[in-house]
């Protein structure tokens, strides 16, 4: 009885033996996933056009055969307030290695405070940083009717942001879209769907010289 016993229990720690290692080995694949996570507003969410059709779903497309997931939670109509409040769930939810911040239009828009919105772009810095999540931050713009102090301290709000915290800060990638209203929609604010092919070849370039291996 105990040979049978002694038997068994060899069995079981040559199982685990080989059932450990492999569970390690896929946690590594999982740690070796590269994650994007665009934290957006409408710009990134496809406004006034089907979701397939916006620049994120087609740089995924164009990522299909890297391993590279990129993950979308840009919300049309968002704020700095709500794309914080939102963050650490996002971070939770798909653990990203990677965060692009798209953010600040509609404050801007709306005329919220400076001081709020920077303090607000500040806390989603710091609590992707304290996830290990690299941040990449996106220069925004404003209609320069909205006076040259309020739009001088929109713009300067991500350059010193992004020396602060040693950020990669892009352009904006609608800069010379913009000016093209052949490519931009009715309301001259969200760019077309042949806009969106452009601008997921700049961020193809862009982004994939950043998180590509």
Do not use: C
């Not at 038997?7 to 685990?16: D, E, G, Q, V």
């Not at 740690?31 to 059709?53: H, N, P, V, W």
């Not at 801007?108 to 810095?125: A, F, S």
């Not at 991500?158 to 990669?168: F, K, P, R, V």
Request: hydrophobic fraction near 40%; proline fraction near 4%; charge should be neutral.
């Amino acid at each position: 009885m105990l040979f049978l016993n002694t038997k068994s229990l060899r069995n079981k720690i040559y199982t685990l033996f080989i059932f450990i290692p492999l569970l390690l080995i896929s946690d590594q694949l999982r740690a070796q996933e590269t994650k994007l996570l665009i934290l957006g507003d409408s710009l990134s969410a496809a406004y006034g056009l089907k979701q397939e059709q916006g620049w994120v779903s087609l740089l995924q497309d164009a990522w299909q055969n890297q391993d590279i997931k990129v993950i979308n939670a840009a919300i049309s109509g968002e704020t700095t307030d709500g794309a914080l409040a939102r963050l650490p769930r996002l971070l939770e939810q798909h653990s990203p290695t990677h965060i692009f911040v798209e953010l600040g239009g509609n404050d801007g828009l709306q005329g919220h405070p400076i001081n709020k919105m920077r303090d607000n772009l500040e806390k989603i810095i710091q609590l992707s940083h304290k996830s290990a999540v690299k941040v990449i931050l996106q220069q925004m713009q404003i209609p320069t009717n909205y006076g040259k102090r309020y739009t001088s301290m929109f713009t300067d709000t991500y350059t010193n942001l992004a020396s602060e915290y040693d950020l990669i800060l892009l352009p904006f990638f609608l800069q010379n879209i913009a000016l093209d209203k052949n490519l931009m929609q009715r309301d001259g604010i969200h760019p077309t769907a042949e806009a969106q092919v452009l601008i997921a070849q700049e961020m193809q370039k862009t982004l994939g010289e950043i998180i590509l291996p």
